[in-house]
């Protein structure tokens, strides 16, 4: 591995912000892995590892009017509509649901397709499917609200409200940052103990765990993806206000946003009144489960349900027009590139469309094709989804789905690109007109030995 004190800067991800502010372009000054564990109590006092690593910060500068543009011709809401209907025909995907919001409003808030193919019904606007990684934008989103009251520091330490906690390094221990775990720069090999997650394990003991799991650089200074480590911001937004994560996320943002249907855990999504049931593939075709518990012990990296109608009204505020529950510049500050992750450009409509990648505060930067677009996605066994947000359009997109189906991926790509007027790519296999085909890649594709689990090629991951 490379020296650790060899720093290399992120490529900048340029664009507006909610078409009010602009996200405060954060230059990485993440270094390079160490070459061994012991390196990083060697190297505590050089300048390079006792400087604090890049922490988030607030740019409130304002941008004219002018600076955002509404959707290029050709965006047709209704074209979306059919397309996300005609991916529920001959049931290629069990149930679909789909959010656009534009300009402060709700565009699109509809289901498609059954809950379930062995009970049929019909999903509609308030059907709830499990979000999976698209959780760790709350959880972002929830420190934040912490940080804004005050009781909570981007670059507090985890040990001062997590005074148990160890990682294997002391050092690296005392330097650990809210900040590190909600942007992946922990320091672990990529999703630490997230077997042990499908495996049933508890939180409290993958939590134990991670005092001796091998370290690959100083927090702070490398990307990997994480779950369990990731969680560790549901215990701190629990010594820092004195509510259960679960409680804190409810009263801070489902209630004041109108997300009526929202809600924790498995038993929050067996309570709704319709939910998805999430699918696999069998030789006689789609079998629906029950849902699997392993990840929302997890709550903060994965433990949100949410119907199309709740998707609106978080997008809503996302693109800046509710900021009396989500301030602009708070918004502009969880929307800020902090590290690199070239990884995350591969195949696909990422590899053709992204040119920069990098991971804000529980969301992902890409510069598609020279336009921002805050992003993530998620999957857990049985349930799909992803969220984008383009601040220089005012919109916002979520799209979910009910069964192990890279299939319905291709329609992000494809409302991104007729919101910007970018040339038609064939991204989906149907026939709504001549300008598009099919991608069978999703945009986060479960790694195959660890099913279920979140990261950057897990399942439970959302990008």
């Given at each position: 591995?490379?020296?650790?004190?060899?720093?290399?800067?992120?490529?900048?991800?340029?664009?507006g912000l909610?078409?009010v502010?602009?996200?405060?372009?954060?230059?990485?000054?993440?270094q390079?892995?160490?070459?061994?564990?012991q390196?990083?109590?060697?190297?505590?006092t050089?300048?390079?590892?006792?400087?604090?690593?890049?922490?988030?910060m607030?740019?409130?500068?304002?941008?004219?009017?002018?600076?955002?543009?509404a959707?290029?011709?050709?965006?047709?809401?209704?074209?979306?509509?059919?397309?996300?209907?005609?991916l529920?025909y001959?049931?290629?995907?069990?149930?679909?649901?789909?959010?656009?919001?534009?300009?402060?409003?709700?565009?699109?808030?509809r289901?498609?397709?059954?809950?379930d193919?062995s009970?049929?019904?019909?999903?509609?606007?308030?059907t709830?499917?499990?979000?999976?990684?698209?959780?760790?934008?709350?959880?972002?989103?929830m420190?934040?609200?912490?940080?804004?009251?005050?009781?909570?520091?981007w670059?507090?330490?985890?040990?001062d409200?997590?005074?148990?906690?160890?990682?294997?390094?002391?050092?690296?221990?005392?330097?650990?940052?809210?900040?590190?775990?909600?942007?992946?720069?922990?320091?672990l090999?990529?999703?630490?103990?997230?077997r042990?997650?499908?495996?049933?394990?508890d939180?409290?003991?993958?939590?134990?765990?991670l005092?001796?799991?091998?370290l690959?650089?100083?927090?702070g200074?490398?990307?990997?993806?994480?779950?369990?480590?990731?969680?560790?911001?549901?215990?701190?937004?629990?010594a820092?206000?004195?509510?259960?994560y679960?409680?804190?996320?409810?009263?801070?943002?489902?209630?004041?946003?109108?997300?009526?249907?929202?809600s924790?855990?498995?038993?929050?999504?067996?309570?709704?009144?319709?939910?998805a049931?999430?699918?696999?593939?069998?030789?006689?075709?789609?079998?629906?489960?029950?849902?699997?518990?392993?990840?929302?012990?997890?709550?903060?990296?994965?433990?949100?349900?949410?119907?199309?109608?709740?998707?609106?009204?978080?997008?809503?505020?996302?693109?800046?027009?509710?900021?009396?529950?989500?301030?602009?510049?708070?918004?502009?500050?969880?929307?800020?590139?902090?590290?690199?992750?070239?990884?995350e450009?591969?195949?696909?409509?990422?590899?053709?469309?992204?040119d920069s990648?990098?991971?804000?505060?529980?969301?992902?930067?890409?510069?598609?094709?020279?336009?921002?677009?805050?992003?993530?996605?998620?999957?857990?066994?049985?349930?799909r989804g992803?969220?984008?947000?383009?601040?220089?359009?005012?919109?916002?997109?979520?799209i979910?789905?009910?069964?192990?189906?890279?299939?319905?991926?291709?329609?992000?790509?494809?409302i991104?690109?007729?919101?910007?007027?970018?040339?038609?790519?064939?991204?989906?296999?149907?026939?709504?007109?001549?300008?598009?085909?099919?991608?069978?890649?999703?945009?986060?594709?479960?790694?195959?030995?660890?099913k279920?689990?979140?990261?950057?090629?897990?399942?439970?991951?959302?990008?």
């Amino acid at each position: 591995m490379k020296n650790m004190s060899r720093r290399r800067r992120m490529r900048p991800v340029a664009s507006g912000l909610l078409g009010v502010l602009l996200p405060f372009a954060l230059s990485s000054t993440a270094q390079t892995p160490a070459p061994a564990v012991q390196s990083l109590q060697a190297s505590a006092t050089s300048p390079g590892f006792a400087q604090s690593p890049t922490q988030p910060m607030v740019y409130r500068a304002s941008l004219p009017q002018s600076s955002v543009q509404a959707p290029a011709a050709g965006f047709d809401v209704a074209s979306f509509e059919s397309m996300a209907d005609q991916l529920t025909y001959g049931e290629r995907v069990p149930g679909m649901a789909m959010a656009i919001v534009q300009g402060g409003r709700v565009l699109s808030a509809r289901g498609y397709g059954v809950t379930d193919v062995s009970r049929p019904q019909p999903v509609d606007g308030h059907t709830v499917f499990r979000l999976a990684s698209l959780s760790k934008a709350f959880a972002g989103t929830m420190a934040g609200l912490l940080v804004n009251d005050g009781t909570l520091r981007w670059d507090s330490k985890i040990t001062d409200y997590v005074p148990g906690f160890q990682l294997s390094d002391p050092v690296a221990t005392r330097q650990l940052t809210v900040a590190d775990v909600l942007s992946h720069r922990v320091g672990l090999t990529r999703n630490a103990y997230d077997r042990d997650v499908e495996a049933n394990a508890d939180y409290y003991t993958l939590t134990h765990k991670l005092a001796s799991a091998p370290l690959r650089c100083a927090p702070g200074d490398c990307y990997a993806y994480q779950n369990v480590a990731f969680s560790l911001v549901g215990d701190v937004v629990f010594a820092a206000s004195g509510s259960f994560y679960e409680q804190s996320v409810e009263r801070r943002i489902f209630k004041p946003l109108g997300m009526n249907d929202a809600s924790m855990g498995l038993a929050g999504i067996q309570a709704s009144p319709r939910w998805a049931r999430p699918h696999v593939r069998s030789r006689n075709g789609w079998v629906s489960l029950m849902p699997k518990p392993t990840y929302y012990r997890v709550a903060p990296a994965a433990g949100v349900n949410a119907s199309a109608s709740d998707m609106a009204q978080w997008l809503l505020a996302h693109t800046g027009h509710r900021p009396d529950v989500l301030p602009a510049p708070l918004l502009a500050t969880l929307h800020a590139p902090l590290i690199s992750t070239p990884g995350e450009m591969r195949g696909g409509w990422r590899h053709q469309r992204v040119d920069s990648a990098s991971y804000a505060l529980g969301w992902r930067v890409f510069d598609y094709a020279g336009h921002q677009v805050i992003f993530h996605a998620g999957a857990v066994q049985g349930y799909r989804g992803l969220v984008a947000l383009v601040p220089e359009r005012d919109l916002g997109i979520a799209i979910m789905w009910n069964g192990e189906s890279s299939l319905p991926s291709g329609l992000l790509p494809t409302i991104l690109d007729r919101a910007m007027g970018l040339p038609a790519q064939r991204w989906l296999d149907i026939d709504v007109d001549s300008d598009f085909g099919s991608d069978n890649m999703l945009a986060e594709r479960p790694d195959a030995k660890q099913k279920g689990a979140s990261s950057n090629k897990s399942v439970a991951s959302p990008r």
